[in-house]
């Protein structure tokens, strides 16, 4: 497809299971990101990607967090233990990346709702 | 540190009007983006507009503008001649070349009435 696509766009769980949430970049994007949204505010990054390379992790919450690209494409963030602090909106994006003092705009996936029970 | 403030938490407007949405930003850093993202009811994040911080020009895209004044620091977005579907939630974001990730505004609900 021509945009990002995320799978599942809903989950709920029970508290204490482990979730896998996939994003699938627009083709040929370098960066790829993660974000979480609360309802009501504007999303807050978690970690991002050039290529398979994580650049900075610095948003993920706490170690039960962690995400993957390992071929430079499709990324996994995993959520391990759940909590029901954990529910909120996940949502990925892709850029061609940063370019000289230009910064290439985010293309945002529809995002996965996940819930925790 | 960067930080983004949206003093607006909702706007209204008249179908046909114009309307000017605020967004102030905080950064020592020297090369830095801006951009606006409009999100309807649906949810989807829908990117609007961008203005890098060395660009001489408000940056423009249809109806949307930029209002760029960098030793204000503020970046405004302009909506000209409001339509329905102009509703939504809107958010200023800001990335720089240092950091790529975006930081977010808490957004500004517009409602358009006919």
């Known amino acids: 497809g021509a945009g990002v696509s995320q799978s599942p766009r809903y989950k709920v769980t029970k508290r204490g299971q482990d979730v896998a949430l996939r994003c699938d970049p627009i083709s040929g994007h370098v960066s790829l990101y993660w974000y979480r949204q609360a309802l009501g505010q504007g999303p807050e990054f978690l970690t991002y990607f050039n290529y398979e390379a994580q650049q900075d992790k610095s948003g993920l919450p706490n170690d039960r967090f962690s995400a993957e690209r390992p071929e430079g494409s499709i990324s996994t963030l995993t959520i391990q233990r759940t909590e029901q602090r954990d529910s909120a909106m996940y949502r990925c994006?892709?850029?061609?990346?940063?370019?000289?003092?230009?910064?290439?705009?985010?293309?945002f996936g529809p995002g996965t709702r996940l819930t925790v029970l | 540190a960067q930080k983004i403030t949206q003093t607006q938490p909702g706007m209204f407007v008249q179908e046909k009007e114009a309307v000017t949405l605020d967004c102030t930003y905080d950064?020592?850093?020297?090369?830095?983006?801006l951009f606006w993202y409009k999100q309807p009811s649906s949810g989807e994040m829908i990117f609007l507009i961008y203005q890098g911080s060395y660009d001489q020009q408000n940056a423009t895209e249809g109806r949307y503008s930029l209002n760029f004044q960098k030793a204000r620091k503020s970046a405004n977005l302009v909506i000209s001649a409001s339509q329905l579907g102009d509703s939504a939630m809107y958010f200023c974001a800001m990335g720089n070349t240092g950091f790529q990730k975006l930081v977010f505004g808490t957004g500004t609900r517009l409602l358009v009435s006919p």
């Open positions: 950064t020592s850093d020297p090369s830095y983006g």
């Open positions: 994006a892709s850029s061609r990346g940063t370019s000289g003092i230009v910064i290439n705009e985010q293309f």
